[in-house]
């Protein structure tokens, strides 16, 4: 008889912890992820040195495909328009309506940002593959927004919203 009470209550222990799984899951989809950080498209922020470490951010999903929910200035992971299958992380320069001084390769000097677009770049201007190689990229794309570094511990201080790339590369008031 106790063997049957210690079936029951772990069938409903097991039971429970499944239960939770879909929920893991859908958080995990749509409200936030650990995402590893690898490359070095975006130092100093991210990834500051070649010593084997790599940064692990928390990602923020819950409403970034809405444009209005993306600033200049935050860190994003995307989906490359080239190929779905690579997921860059760059740094929000230029947004919906905003004109942007691009560099080279692209082939104009000056971009507007398209609606539900943005414009991103690599705080790393000599290693990065952003907007000035594919344009602007719709928001669509973005997985989402990296607003702590998780891990090592020792960079828990890192501020994310602080941009090291280029500085303010906006053209107010033009309209190209």
């Not at 079936?7 to 929920?23: D, E, G, H, Q, Y």
């Not at 000056?110 to 907007?131: M, Q, Y």
Request: charged share 20%; with cysteine.
């Amino acid at each position: 008889m106790r063997k049957l009470g210690g079936l029951r209550l772990s069938l409903k222990t097991t039971l429970v912890a499944v239960s939770w799984i879909p929920v893991a899951v859908t958080f995990n989809e749509n409200v936030c992820y650990v995402a590893k950080i690898e490359g070095r498209s975006m130092r100093p922020t991210l990834n500051p040195s070649d010593n084997g470490h790599t940064d692990w951010v928390l990602l923020w999903k819950w409403g970034v495909k809405n444009p209005t929910n993306i600033r200049h200035n935050d860190v994003v992971l995307f989906k490359s328009p080239s190929n779905p299958e690579k997921v860059y992380c760059k740094r929000v320069k230029g947004v919906q309506h905003d004109t942007i001084r691009t560099r080279h390769p692209y082939p104009r000097g000056l971009v507007t940002i398209p609606r539900s677009h943005i414009w991103v770049e690599g705080d790393n201007a000599f290693h990065t593959t952003d907007s000035n190689d594919f344009g602007p990229i719709s928001t669509g794309l973005v997985l989402g927004k990296a607003v702590a570094v998780v891990w090592p511990p020792s960079r828990w201080d890192t501020k994310l919203d602080q941009s090291v790339g280029r500085g303010d590369i906006s053209v107010r008031g033009l309209e190209i």
